[in-house]
């Protein structure tokens, strides 16, 4: 069975010749190296053999439509237009992806990280004036998110119909405890999230929701129980909501993850006997079907790789 077959059939909860895995960690956040990013996401992919790529947005975090700087009280945000298809925000990030695609040559699927259009306004501005400006004038601030959502949507068409992306790794944010009731954030967020993700699934069937606990802050997940994608990522650790729980919760679709993303967890700092019992510990309570390996979210830049080549390993084993 190949990754590509491997992994497709995971999507599908169908039965695999063993568990496919998947962890990714940022190259470069704040820039774009060209070539040697793309380069940096191949060695990973080889060294430690793992059955997909995900390939990072690292520095196209701050949405940089210009007309931001004109914004100085909330009603300006009804003035925001799409920055368009010219723009070299997307037309860099694709570039990228399509390398990436071009460079694993079919061996397996490849996935762009694309982040919800709330996210990508709070890297654009700031935390404290999106919320201001959210709570001044929520109809200006959605006006915006559906602005945002039109040059996201322009990003994923591109990354799937023209670099070949198998589809996209969809992070939503925002949803913690202390910022939205869950009514809020579905009245608010959810028609911006929905229009990507929906428009996503148009051109692709294999689109990957991961639901974020970028800040170790629980979110109201069940804001995203009905979100439709194919394969579903959370914060296990952050939530409290294990692999196998949270299979039941999205509804039995494919689950992603498993082990702690942080420095404090069992994969960064943890010996390889543990990690190979918790692989054991993880698909015992899971099952084999329709489960992907990975981490609750990004890992640490600096981890050793032998540490995913233990997991391989012992995948390859079971």
Same mark, same amino acid.
């Given at each position: ?25 940022? /190259? ?51 003035? @925001? ?11 860099? =990030? ?12 079919? $061996? ?19 935390? $404290? ?6 709570? $001044?004038?929520?109809?200006?601030? #959605? ?29 939503? =944010? ?22 990507? @993700? ?12 991961? #639901? ?46 498993? /082990? ?36 609750? #979210? ?21």
């Amino acid at each position: 069975m190949t990754k590509k077959e491997r992994l497709l059939r995971a999507f599908q909860n169908q039965e695999v010749d063993k568990v496919p895995m998947g962890f990714w960690y940022h /190259f470069s956040p704040d820039d774009d190296f060209g070539q040697k990013t793309v380069d940096q996401h191949l060695e990973l992919f080889r060294e430690t053999g793992m059955d997909m790529i995900k390939v990072m947005c690292d520095g196209y975090f701050n949405y940089p439509n210009p007309y931001i700087e004109k914004v100085t009280c909330a009603e300006d945000w009804f003035g @925001l237009t799409p920055m368009g298809e010219d723009s070299p925000y997307i037309a860099n =990030q694709v570039l990228r992806a399509k390398r990436v695609v071009e460079g694993v040559k079919g $061996e397996c699927c490849v996935f762009y990280n694309v982040f919800c259009p709330m996210s990508l306004m709070r890297f654009g501005t700031s935390e $404290e004036l999106l919320m201001k400006h959210l709570k $001044e004038n929520p109809e200006a601030v #959605c006006h915006a998110f559906e602005v945002i959502a039109e040059d996201v949507k322009t990003l994923v068409r591109k990354l799937i119909t023209e670099a070949g992306c198998d589809g996209i790794y969809y992070c939503v =944010q925002n949803a913690e405890t202390f910022r939205f009731t869950a009514e809020e954030y579905r009245k608010l967020v959810r028609p911006s999230d929905l229009k990507v @993700l929906e428009y996503a699934n148009t051109l692709s069937e294999n689109n990957i929701l991961h #639901c974020c606990g970028w800040a170790g802050d629980p979110n109201r997940i069940e804001v995203w129980q009905d979100y439709p994608a194919k394969a579903v990522n959370w914060a296990v650790y952050v939530e409290n909501l294990s692999l196998a729980e949270g299979k039941k919760f999205f509804g039995g679709r494919c689950v992603m993850g498993g /082990f702690d993303n942080r420095k404090e967890g069992l994969l960064y700092s943890g010996t390889k006997e543990e990690i190979e019992k918790e692989v054991e510990r993880i698909l015992k309570e899971t099952g084999t079907t329709g489960v992907i390996l990975g981490a609750d #979210c990004t890992v640490p830049s600096d981890i050793d790789h032998q540490r995913l080549i233990w997991i391989r390993e012992k995948l390859d084993k079971m």
